[in-house]
């Protein structure tokens, strides 16, 4: 399986490090490759199915949820839309 995160250009790639250790951690067979993206995303696909899109949702993707759609396609099932974290500490002005 291939994981694949892209992040933009606000730099999002500690976000993007952090998935991709939690993924690595949990001892699949999958390649995971963080690569930069468009200005403000945050995507992620897996088997080049999009499971997350920041653009879409403006939030950061559950690590767990992640990883749930990750286990799913090993197992040869259709992945879904990831839960997204909870946005906190933002104020709009």
């Known amino acids: ?3 694949c995160v892209c992040s933009g250009v606000c730099n999002f790639s500690g976000q993007c490090q952090l998935l991709r250790e939690f993924l690595l951690a949990s001892n699949l067979e999958v390649e995971i490759t963080c690569r930069q993206g468009r200005r ?3 995507e992620v696909a897996i088997d ?3 499971v ?3 653009l879409a ?3 950061f993707p559950q ?3 992640v ?3 990750v286990q799913r396609a090993e197992r ?3 992945v879904n839309t990831v839960l997204e974290q909870p946005i906190k500490d933002c104020s709009v002005m």
Do not use: M, N, V, Y
């Open 40 to 42: 403000g995303s945050f």
């Open 1 to 3: 399986r291939t994981c």
């Open 48 to 50: 080049g199915h999009l």
């Open 76 to 78: 040869g099932e259709p």
């Open 67 to 69: 990883l749930a759609q």
């Open 63 to 65: 690590h767990d949820s």
């Open 57 to 59: 949702c403006l939030a």
């Open 52 to 54: 997350h899109s920041k």
